[in-house]
């Protein structure tokens, strides 16, 4: 196959190149020939501008698929509204056993906390997952299926809120959601082939060559290779499989043996290990030094030290890589105290480590990540003090924790810094992720600016921060990220260079076309035939 790319500006990464055409060949950028062979194809960029594509370092594909099969809740801004959304979505599914759905915005309550009883007036089990996806929401019928009473403790390395009589109030936190999720009927393998088929179309359409899917479970990994093999993937992944700290050691032959199951599906690898080191301010859950400024209370670590440095040597040895999440201060301690003791025996670093969010760093850690060889993955449209920020994180930690995401300084300390959205947490517009990481505002233009604008970085370093940069994360990521001659042909086709407009208005930004290994996997419908 040969596709040239004409009439466009070309963001090339090599000084001698043509910056206004690119040619490829089998899936690879080549040096423009002589003669233009009749039977390429001829792409007319029509003023636009072509660039290596984009990276997400941290998304949840499989989860985001699932969201899109249930009520759509992400835009409402009431109970009210949500009960009645998933109603209605009820009496259009009426042989629905379960209504599952997502993504309720958890500011819309003080507390963050919500009722079961508020979703009664539906006759069958609901399970709504907060934006967060580390709590759910669900109502008294789907408790009763659960078996959840007031008699029900809390399972290990979760919570389950309850009323001031002691009755369960309907929020679950962290694993208690497990206690009802694991009871909803998992849907057939075709139609989870369906559902990683549109959602890593959503992220082609947003100029995503590559991710990282960051929390699979071994039951999920059956729809992905069935996705990979039969063609429905637009993007290639690396799957990272989510260490379990209550079995881990019996985990390790089945994460040994998920590699080879995936030997045969094009475009995946299972090269990570996922670690959740602690979980989220906002329900009290991240692991924070010092006590939350409302409760007296540092959050709910999911490893003990010893534990999880066990289980990041056990890692080292069976030859993958460690992604992990952590959130407050103490979890992100806890990891690099953690790769402090792999190092030991991984001085080369061969083992790739990512902590993605990093949310509050505390002062004397900031410069470990560079002298561990610990890349850092941010979310950056977190980075902006916006609804959930104002409302339910900043009266959790104080003024004294309110300094996060601080990708500027993390940048200056020399670490690897990469960008992930987080999908469905968030949105998987790289361009709208830049955008917050330049300017650190919310759409409005506030705070002016920026919140801590010491953290903004510059227009070039994001977008190399959203493409280039993210294949760190990636043990077969040498050959992309930029448009080099031999380089694998990621591409992102965008309506306007990135660099000649406003930050502000970055998002606004179309892309036009995404090739994954010199495939179209995405093209706007304008711009086809």
Not at 77 to 87: H, S
Not at 376 to 392: G, I, K
Request: aromatic share 6%; glycine share 8%.
């Amino acid at each position: 196959m040969q596709i040239a790319f004409i009439n466009g500006s070309i963001d090339v990464g090599e000084p001698d190149a043509p910056a206004n055409r690119v040619y490829v060949v089998d899936g690879r950028v080549a040096a423009w020939p002589e003669t233009l062979p009749e039977a390429a194809e001829v792409v007319d960029l029509v003023g636009g501008h072509l660039r290596a594509g984009f990276a997400d370092g941290h998304t949840h594909p499989f989860l985001a698929g699932r969201e899109l099969l249930g009520p759509q809740l992400r835009h409402l801004t009431t109970v009210t509204g949500i009960a009645e959304a998933v109603g209605a979505w009820a009496d259009e599914h009426p042989d629905a056993e379960w209504i599952v759905g997502g993504s309720y915005d958890a500011t819309m309550v003080d507390t963050g906390l919500f009722d079961a009883t508020w979703l009664d007036s539906i006759d069958r089990p609901v399970v709504l997952r907060a934006w967060d996806y580390h709590t759910v929401w669900c109502n008294s019928r789907a408790l009763e299926m659960a078996g959840i009473t007031s008699e029900t403790p809390d399972p290990p390395l979760g919570r389950i809120v309850h009323r001031a009589d002691g009755t369960p109030m309907g929020t679950l936190v962290e694993s208690a959601a497990l206690l009802v999720l694991d009871r909803v009927p998992e849907v057939s393998l075709d139609r989870q082939v369906e559902i990683l088929g549109r959602a890593t179309r959503t992220l082609a359409s947003y100029g995503i060559t590559w991710t990282q899917e960051a929390w699979a479970e071994d039951h999920e990994l059956d729809a992905w290779i069935a996705a990979a093999q039969r063609g429905a993937l637009h993007l290639d992944v690396d799957i990272a499989v989510r260490a379990d700290p209550l079995r881990w050691v019996a985990q390790l032959d089945e994460i040994v043996a998920v590699r080879e199951r995936v030997a045969d599906a094009p475009g995946i690898s299972c090269d990570t290990v996922k670690f959740f080191i602690d979980g989220i301010i906002e329900n009290h859950t991240a692991a924070m030094l010092d006590d939350y400024t409302d409760v007296c209370s540092r959050g709910l670590p999911n490893w003990s030290a010893d534990q999880l440095g066990d289980a990041l040597l056990d890692v080292h040895r069976i030859d993958r890589d460690i992604h992990m999440h952590a959130i407050g201060d103490a979890g992100v301690r806890a990891a690099l105290d953690a790769v402090t003791r792999l190092r030991a025996e991984d001085p080369e670093r061969r083992r790739r480590v990512t902590v993605a969010h990093a949310q509050v760093i505390h002062p004397d850690d900031l410069e470990r990540f560079a002298d561990l060889g610990v890349a850092v993955c941010f979310q950056p449209l977190w980075a902006r003090p916006d609804d959930v920020m104002v409302s339910l994180t900043f009266p959790r930690v104080g003024p004294d924790r309110e300094r996060q995401y601080q990708i500027g300084s993390v940048m200056r300390t020399g670490a690897s810094v990469t960008f992930g959205s987080d999908w469905p947490v968030s949105s998987p517009n790289v361009l709208e992720g830049i955008s917050v990481a330049v300017t650190r505002q919310n759409p409005d233009g506030t705070p002016q600016g920026g919140w801590y604008p010491e953290e903004r970085i510059t227009v070039d370093a994001a977008l190399a921060t959203a493409s280039a940069a993210v294949h760190v994360q990636s043990r077969r990521g040498a050959d992309r990220g930029e448009l080099r001659v031999g380089n694998l042909a990621d591409l992102v086709w965008l309506d306007r260079d990135p660099r000649a407009v406003h930050a502000r208005d970055l998002a606004e930004t179309r892309v036009l076309g995404t090739w994954c290994r010199g495939r179209e996997t995405y093209r706007r419908a304008e711009t086809s035939g």
